[in-house]
T-cell receptor
Framework: GQQLNQSPQSMFIQEGEDVSMNCTSS?????WLWYKQDPGEGPVLLIA?????ELTSNGRLTAQFGITRKDSFLNISASIPSDVGIYFC????????????FGRGTQLTVWP | DSGVTQTPKHLITATGQRVTLRCSPR?????VYWYQQSLDQGLQFLIH???????AKGNILERFSAQQFPDLHSELNLSSLELGDSALYFC????????????FGSGTQLSVL
């Protein structure tokens, strides 16, 4: 299947710091999405990107759809303790809407 | 709360058994997707139904099957269970169409002993 390489695997940061994570693929995707998963819950959509080069913000979160359509990054500014969780990137090729290929996740820990 | 309901939340069973996982999509959503999350494979797409019809299959084993009923709820049937089938199974629903956004349920944690 399509492999999304997500990095870093984990991050330990202090409250107030900015965070950056990214996702790369050898394949082109038509849509890039970023999800957050809390323990015992399903992934929750944070940001959806539909166009190469698109830069979208959702509060303290900013994500970009890479120009090559093979990568995306997510930035979190001024992190807070509730940002703790696992962040997943996901790509959609467009041939089957909703068929997402997920990265392996970035585990974020925020120290107060 | 995503509006997607999955039952049961936990399921413990033995190898060789058969189980059924149930999903009720958000009100108005016609699409139901099933995903499997395991430590070694991560989140993987299994199957997609839209308005009662199968639309796409992913990495779904032949021992697994699913259906979507007229009231749009869906069931995922897992049979001849093996230890390696232990995983979190998520259902997600969407409205269908361009730029469809998926809303995930809380999952069913399956433990095969």
């Amino acid at each position: 299947g399509q492999q999304l390489n997500q990095s870093p695997q984990s991050m330990f940061i202090q409250e107030g710091e900015d965070v950056s994570m990214n996702c790369t693929s050898s394949s082109i995707f038509n849509t890039w999405l970023w999800y957050k998963q809390d323990p015992g819950e399903g992934p929750v959509l944070l940001i959806a990107l539909y166009k190469a080069g698109e830069l979208t913000s959702n509060g303290r979160l900013t994500a970009q759809f890479g120009i090559t359509r093979k990568d995306s990054f997510l930035n979190i500014s001024a992190s807070i303790p509730s940002d703790v969780g696992i962040y997943f990137c996901a790509g959609e090729r467009g041939s089957t809407l909703g068929r997402l290929y997920f990265g392996r996740g970035t585990q974020l820990t925020v120290w107060p | 709360d995503s509006g997607v309901t999955q039952t049961p939340k936990h399921l413990i069973t033995a190898t060789g058994q058969r189980v059924t996982l149930r999903c009720s999509p958000r009100s108005g959503d016609l699409s139901v997707y099933w995903y499997q999350q395991s430590l070694d494979q991560g989140l993987q797409f299994l199957i997609h139904y839209y308005n009662g019809e199968e639309r796409a299959k992913g990495n779904i084993l032949e021992r697994f099957s699913a259906q979507q009923f007229p009231d749009l709820h869906s069931e995922l049937n897992l049979s001849s269970l093996e230890l390696g089938d232990s995983a979190l199974y998520f259902c997600a629903s969407g409205s269908g169409g361009t730029n469809e956004k998926l809303f995930f349920g809380s999952g069913t944690q399956l433990s095969v002993l």
